[in-house]
T-cell receptor
């Protein structure tokens, strides 16, 4: 199965700043997915990132807050912009495989 | 009604016990079903896909009941290393690539 390298693994950020999370996949994939898992909550899909087109955002998530880049078939970034404490969460990237979905190791973000 | 519902537990069982988790889903048109395992502070990892005919992988057995919109996971001969949160995952039938995740069922296997 694909191996996903996600970084940073964790960060503590000041409110009002932005953080960019990177995911590198060891094989080419058409679609990459960005999820959020808030404390005590289920995984929630933020957006789907296709190479060469704009990301598709789920209800409740907007591009200005969570801009995504997908410059090639092995890499994507998610930026959490103008952060507030409510953005404290685990952020995960994921790719689809024949057998299911594989996840990066996650970025644990704390906004203070 | 939540789209995917699971008993959050925690389930506390002794080593060697058999434990079963249940999950119900709301969209009768869903086609893909999975069980994922998530260890504390780690990413979810696929445990097994769930097929209509049911499937077994070693000590783990998954069953799907489409009529009742119900999925189950059975773990036999529990090991300490089985302690984790088990997530029930169902596709959003209107958007096959979108997954709907349950909150998870927490299992603690005790020596």
């Amino acid at each position: 199965s694909a191996v996903i390298s996600q970084k940073p693994s964790r960060d503590i950020c000041q409110r009002g700043t932005s953080l960019t999370i990177q995911c590198q996949v060891d094989s080419q994939v058409t679609m990459m997915f960005w999820y959020r898992q808030q404390p005590g909550q289920s995984l929630t899909l933020i957006a789907t990132a296709n190479q060469g087109s704009e990301a598709t955002y789920e209800s409740g998530f907007v591009i200005d807050k969570f801009p995504i880049s997908r410059p090639n078939l092995t890499f994507s970034t998610l930026t959490v912009s103008n952060m507030s404490p409510e953005d404290s969460s685990i952020y995960l990237c994921s790719v689809e495989q024949a057998s299911g979905y594989t996840f990066g190791s996650g970025t644990r973000l704390t906004v203070v | 009604r939540k789209e995917v519902e699971q008993d959050p537990g925690p389930f506390n069982v002794p080593e060697g016990a058999t434990v079963a988790f249940n999950c119900t889903y709301s969209n009768s048109a869903s086609q893909s079903f999975f069980w994922y395992r998530q260890d504390c502070r780690k990413e979810p990892k696929l445990l097994m896909s769930v097929y209509s005919s049911g499937n077994e992988d070693g000590r783990f057995t998954a069953q799907l009941n489409r009529a009742s919109q119900y999925i189950s996971l059975l773990i036999r001969d529990s090991k300490l290393s089985d302690s984790a949160t088990y997530l029930c995952v169902v596709d959003d039938a209107g958007n096959n690539r979108k997954l709907i995740w349950g909150l998870g069922t927490s299992l603690a296997v005790n020596p």
